[in-house]
Each structure stands twice: as structure tokens, then as C-alpha cells.
């Protein structure tokens, strides 16, 4: 099992940035960040990171703006989002995986409980 817990994220204006945290239980070998925007119903992977070797990956529309980074020792996953635009505005979900291949796609088996990002023009 791994319990996620949230925190962060909020309303800013276009060019901002906010950074969410998502404190983990334990640390699995593959973590992640996805949003789900107003209206879809899909959520779509933003940025991943396998825990040993620190590899990550970027959904394209975030490349350069978001970084995702985490604290060994406090167990805790970050997302630095930077040069927020209004169509990152969304729902994000930290997650967690305990098998299959990290990265952005689906089959994550552990989630956060999701807190609001919204960026104003």
C-alpha cells in the first residue's frame, strides 16, 4: 500500500508559478503527476520520475515550464510548475505505480486526492 497526501496548487495569474506537493507513505520506484481539465474525461500524464535512477519524462506541453523533482528523505514528490498559461488549469493527481513501465500512460494502482490548479489570462 502507499497513501498519497496532496497539498499546493491554488489560482494564479498567466506567467506565474505554484509548486504541489504530494507526501508518500514509501516511495515506490515510479511516480507521477496527471491533471484532468474542466470537461474531459480523461486525465493526461504531465511528468513522471523513476525513483532510483531519476529519470523523467515531460508531456510536451509542459516541457520546460514544469520540473519534476522528489525528497528521499522526507518521502515527499514535487511539481514546480513555472509559466503557467490558462490551459493548464486542471485537476492534479500525484500517483504512484508498483509495477508495469513508468512513465506517462496509464496504470497507476496509487492516487492523491487531487487538488485544483487554476491559472487566469
Known amino acids: 500500500q502507499v497513501q498519497l497526501v496532496q497539498s499546493g496548487g491554488g489560482s494564479v495569474q498567466a506567467g506565474g508559478s505554484l509548486r504541489l506537493s504530494c507526501a508518500a507513505s514509501?516511495?515506490?520506484?515510479?511516480m507521477a503527476w496527471f491533471r484532468q481539465a474542466p470537461g474531459k474525461e480523461q486525465r493526461e500524464g504531465v511528468a513522471?520520475?523513476?525513483?532510483?535512477?531519476?529519470?523523467?519524462d515531460y508531456n510536451d506541453s509542459v516541457k520546460g515550464r514544469f520540473t519534476i523533482s522528489r525528497d528521499n528523505a522526507e518521502n515527499t514528490l514535487y511539481l514546480q510548475m513555472n509559466t503557467l498559461k490558462p490551459e493548464d488549469t486542471a485537476m492534479y493527481y500525484c500517483?504512484?505505480?508498483?509495477?508495469?513501465?513508468?512513465?506517462?500512460?496509464?496504470?497507476?494502482?496509487?492516487w492523491g486526492q487531487g487538488t485544483q490548479v487554476t491559472v487566469s489570462s
Open positions: 500517483a504512484a505505480r508498483t509495477y508495469g513501465s513508468c512513465g506517462l500512460a496509464s496504470g497507476y494502482n496509487y
Open positions: 514509501r516511495f515506490p520506484y515510479c
Open positions: 513522471s520520475i523513476l525513483m532510483n535512477s531519476r529519470r523523467t
